[in-house]
């Protein structure tokens, strides 16, 4: 681990560079590192030292590299340091989507999405260290919407921020929302396994449908069917069995046939462009207690005794549109 203090002022002055590609959006970001760094920097002193103890043990350690994450020493404005192939990238996700500029597809409306989703289809509940997870075997799938060959469920999981007014990875007319739902779907008719499919970089191996969150008064009863699991995962690599029944059309928007879509990436390393981006006009909702259960989540395995903190944000800043187009399912 090459952390200490000089390091910490070589990710500012490249990654916030990049400023002037996404309108402000690292601004918001660099307000919450700069909280959070207040939060890690006492564990990450203590870490460093006894880095760089084991490091005078064991010299060979030194080319350990650093994993990404979302705090000020690996976050998203470090990823392209810590892996260089990710600046060759252009079609990067996630995206500010203006409504005003995105084109209406009139092909879209005229072949709707059709859902497969077994009532079944997640069986288990995992703390990835980043994000919690729910996979699931089984055949559930879709096709239609702007792709004709048919994706299967892989898995979704979540983004979310330090607060209440930050969290969603899109951003709609300049508004960010507290959460995003992520759905993904892999290609199952031109690819064998996941794996070849996440790293095609032809934009069709996966469909991600990203459900925007706002917040609302009542608890979300299907998402409360997930949080209640959560003592069972509080840290990276916990997992527990989804017993109950959720239905993954519970978790999606009601409207299903009014949405943006777009050709990007997954937005977190290694950050692959082979996504078909599908946005939902409409939102679901959450609590804000729900909200804060999602915070509580560590980002650690139990036996790293010198950090337990939580997985406080996890979203990546909008990446520049690259004169893609983002088409729109509705007039
Ligand atoms: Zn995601």
Redesign the pocket.
């Known amino acids: 681990m090459k952390t200490g203090i000089n390091d910490n002022n070589d990710v500012k002055q490249n990654g916030y560079d990049d400023k002037r590609h996404f309108n402000g959006e690292n601004e918001f970001h660099q307000q919450n590192y700069d909280q959070l760094k207040q939060k890690t920097n006492n564990s990450n002193e203590q870490e460093n030292k006894e880095q760089e103890q084991k490091h005078e043990r064991t010299p060979e350690r030194k080319s350990h590299k650093l994993e990404w994450g979302y705090s000020i020493l690996n976050g998203p404005t470090t990823w392209s340091k810590l892996y260089p192939e990710l600046k060759a990238k252009r079609f990067q996700s996630p995206i500010q989507i203006n409504t005003d500029q995105t084109t209406f597809d009139t092909e879209l409306k005229n072949q709707p999405f059709v859902f497969k989703y077994d009532d079944d289809c997640c069986q288990t509940l995992e703390n990835t260290g980043h994000?919690f997870q729910v996979s699931g075997k089984g055949n559930s799938c879709i096709t239609g919407g702007p792709v004709k060959d048919e994706y299967r469920f892989l898995q979704f999981?979540?983004?979310w921020g330090a607060n209440d007014l930050e969290g969603s990875?899109h951003v709609v007319n300049g508004s960010r929302y507290p959460a995003?739902l992520?759905i993904?779907n892999w290609n199952t008719t031109k690819y064998s396994v996941p794996k070849d499919a996440a790293g095609s970089e032809n934009f069709d191996g996966l469909m991600?449908l990203?459900v925007l969150v706002k917040i609302s008064f009542n608890d979300n009863p299907d998402m409360e069917k997930l949080l209640k699991l959560f003592s069972k995962i509080p840290y990276k690599g916990d997992k527990t069995n989804i017993d109950s029944t959720l239905s993954m059309n519970s978790l999606l928007p009601k409207d299903i046939s009014s949405y943006y879509t777009y050709n990007g990436s997954?937005?977190?390393p290694m950050c692959d462009e082979s996504v078909k981006w599908i946005v939902f006009k409409e939102k679901i909702f959450m609590s804000r207690r729900q909200l804060d259960q999602l915070r509580r989540l560590k980002h650690c395995c139990k036996s790293d005794a010198h950090d337990h903190s939580n997985i406080y944000l996890n979203y990546r800043p909008v990446m520049p549109l690259n004169n893609r187009t983002v088409y729109r399912s509705f007039p």
């Open positions: 994000s999981h979540m983004h990875e995003e992520h993904v991600v990203g997954l937005t977190v």
